[in-house]
C-alpha cells in the first residue's frame, strides 16, 4: 500500500499567494458582514449601484494601502515573505489587482441609478469628525476622480518595461500623494455606520498605515536607516561578458551583510537606486564588491562614467537568498551575472567551512578564461566542485544533467540564480524528477 504524504512547508511563492489572496478577502468579508442594505431590496438600480460602489471602493482602497506599506520596506515583513524581491513580486500583484478594483469601482459610479437607494445620512447624529467628512462630500468625489485617473497612469507606465528606469523611478514616487488624495475621498464617502463596525476600525488602520508609508516615501526616507556613504576604490572590466565589477570602501554605518543579499547602489543621483547582487562576503573592513552586467539602458553605460573616487550611496541589505538550509549537500546554479551571490559564499566558505558538499554550477554564454580563472580559485580555496558549462560547447544545463552529475541531489537544497524562465524551466524538469517542495530557491527580484 503506497503512503502519500503532503509537505506542510509553506514556501515564500506560497506565501505571496496566501497574502495577496487575504488582502482582498478580508476586507470584502468585513463588508459583506457590516453591508447596510437587505439584499432583497437589489431590484433597485440605486441600491445595487451604491453597494457597488462601497464594495470596490473599500477593495481598491484597503489593497492600494497594502501596496504603500510594501513600498516602505517594512523591515519585519520582509524574512516571513522570503526576501525584499518576494515583497516587491507582492507588491506588484496587490498594485495591478488594486487597479482592477478602481477600475471596477469607476465603472460602478457609471452604471444607471433609479428606484430606491441606501438610507439618507443624518448629519446632526455625526460627530464632528463624521459632519466635516460629510460635508466634503462633493469635492472628494472630483478629487477622487482625478486622483484614480492619475493612478491609473501611474501603474500603467509601472508595467510598461520599455518606459526608462530613471522617469519611472520618478513618477512611481507620485503614487504616494495619489494615494493621500484617494485615502481622503474613500474616508469622505464611507458610510459613517460602517466606522463603527469592524470594517471601520480595519480599514482606518490600512489607511494609517498606507497613509505613513506615504509620508515616508514623499520624504525619501524609505530605508535611510539603512544607507551608507562610500567612494569606488576599485574598477575591473570584463569586456568580453560585458560585466563589470565595483569595489566600494563605505564610510559610516553599515552593519554587515550575508552572502546572497542584494543592495541598491546609487552611482548617479539623477539615475537613482539600482538593485545588484552583493559579490563580496563582508570581512568588518567597510570593503564591497558589486558585480553589474550590461542588461539595461543604464547599466550599459556605467563603464564609461564611473570613475575612481565616485562618491556613492548603498542601501540593504536586503534579500533572503542567504543558504540557510539544513539538508546534507547543497546545488548551486549561476547562469551568467547570476554567479555573483555564488562568488560572495564562496569567499565566506573559504574562511568558515560548514563542511557541506556543494556543487557549482556556472553557465555561461561566453567563455572568458581571467574570469573562470578567478571562479575557479574561489571554488578550490572554499571546496566546492565548480562545473563550467559552456552553451555553444555543452548546451543548456537541464534537470537530466544535474541528476547524472550530482549524487545524492534530491536530498539537496537548489539555489538558482538566473533568467527567471531557466529557473522555472529547471524547477519544473527537477520537481517532476522528485525534488520535493520549497527545495529550490530563486530570487524573484524585479524593481518592475
Given amino acids: 500500500m503506497t503512503r502519500l504524504q503532503f509537505s506542510t512547508r509553506l514556501t515564500p511563492v506560497n506565501r505571496l499567494r496566501l497574502v495577496f489572496a487575504l488582502v482582498p478577502l478580508v476586507l470584502g468579508l468585513l463588508w459583506w458582514l457590516t453591508a447596510p442594505a437587505p439584499w432583497p431590496g437589489l431590484a433597485s438600480t440605486r441600491l445595487l449601484r451604491a453597494l457597488a460602489l462601497q464594495l470596490t471602493g473599500v477593495l481598491a482602497i484597503g489593497t492600494m494601502a497594502a501596496v ?93 518595461k520599455r518606459f526608462p528606469y530613471r522617469h519611472f523611478f520618478k513618477t512611481h514616487r507620485l503614487l504616494a500623494p495619489t494615494f493621500l488624495v484617494l485615502a481622503f475621498h474613500a474616508a469622505a464617502l464611507l458610510r459613517p455606520e460602517s466606522w463603527r463596525v469592524p470594517l471601520g476600525p480595519a480599514l482606518a488602520a490600512l489607511l494609517a498605515a498606507g497613509g505613513a508609508a506615504a509620508l515616508l516615501v514623499l520624504g525619501r526616507r524609505v530605508g535611510a536607516s539603512r544607507r551608507a556613504e562610500g567612494e569606488v576604490v576599485g574598477i575591473d572590466r570584463h569586456d568580453p561578458l560585458e560585466a563589470l565589477e565595483l569595489e566600494i570602501q563605505l564610510r559610516g554605518r553599515w552593519g554587515g551583510h550575508e552572502a546572497g543579499q542584494f543592495a541598491f547602489l546609487t552611482l548617479d543621483e ?42 556613492v550611496r548603498i542601501e540593504g541589505p536586503y534579500g533572503a537568498f542567504t543558504f540557510h538550509d539544513d539538508a546534507p549537500r547543497q546545488i548551486w546554479i549561476g547562469a551568467g551575472v547570476g554567479v555573483a551571490p555564488f562568488v560572495a559564499r564562496m569567499k565566506d566558505l573559504a574562511r568558515h567551512s560548514d563542511g557541506k558538499p ?90 518592475r
Fill in 68 to 160: 504603500l506599506v510594501l513600498a516602505a520596506r517594512p523591515g519585519w515583513v520582509e524574512p516571513w515573505l522570503g526576501g525584499l524581491d518576494k515583497m516587491y513580486r507582492l507588491h506588484k500583484w496587490l498594485g495591478i489587482a488594486a487597479l482592477a478594483f478602481a477600475v471596477a469601482h469607476w465603472l460602478a459610479a457609471l452604471m444607471p441609478h433609479q428606484g430606491r437607494g441606501l438610507p439618507r445620512v443624518d448629519p446632526d447624529a455625526l460627530g464632528p469628525v463624521g459632519r466635516f467628512l460629510h460635508g466634503q462630500h462633493d469635492f472628494a468625489v472630483a478629487a477622487g476622480a482625478y486622483a484614480f485617473y492619475a493612478f491609473s497612469l501611474l501603474v500603467v507606465l509601472a508595467l510598461v
Fill in 270 to 311: 539623477r539615475e537613482g537606486p539600482h538593485p545588484f547582487t552583493i559579490s563580496s562576503a563582508w570581512a568588518g573592513d567597510g570593503r564591497i564588491r558589486f558585480i553589474i552586467k550590461a542588461l539595461g539602458d543604464y547599466t550599459r553605460t556605467i563603464a564609461d562614467h564611473v570613475r575612481l573616487g565616485d562618491p
Fill in 358 to 447: 556543494v556543487d557549482l554550477y556556472h553557465t555561461t554564454k561566453v567563455l572568458e578564461p581571467a574570469a573562470i580563472g578567478l571562479l575557479e580559485r574561489d571554488a578550490a580555496a572554499a571546496g566546492v566542485r565548480l562545473h563550467v558549462l559552456w552553451d555553444p560547447r555543452d548546451g543548456r544545463l537541464d534537470a537530466r544533467r544535474l541528476a547524472e552529475e550530482v549524487p545524492g541531489w534530491r536530498e539537496a537544497e537548489i539555489w538558482f540564480c538566473g533568467p527567471a524562465a531557466f529557473g522555472r524551466v529547471l524547477e519544473r524538469e527537477l520537481r517532476a524528477r522528485g525534488l520535493p517542495a520549497g527545495r529550490f530557491h530563486q530570487e524573484l527580484f524585479e524593481l
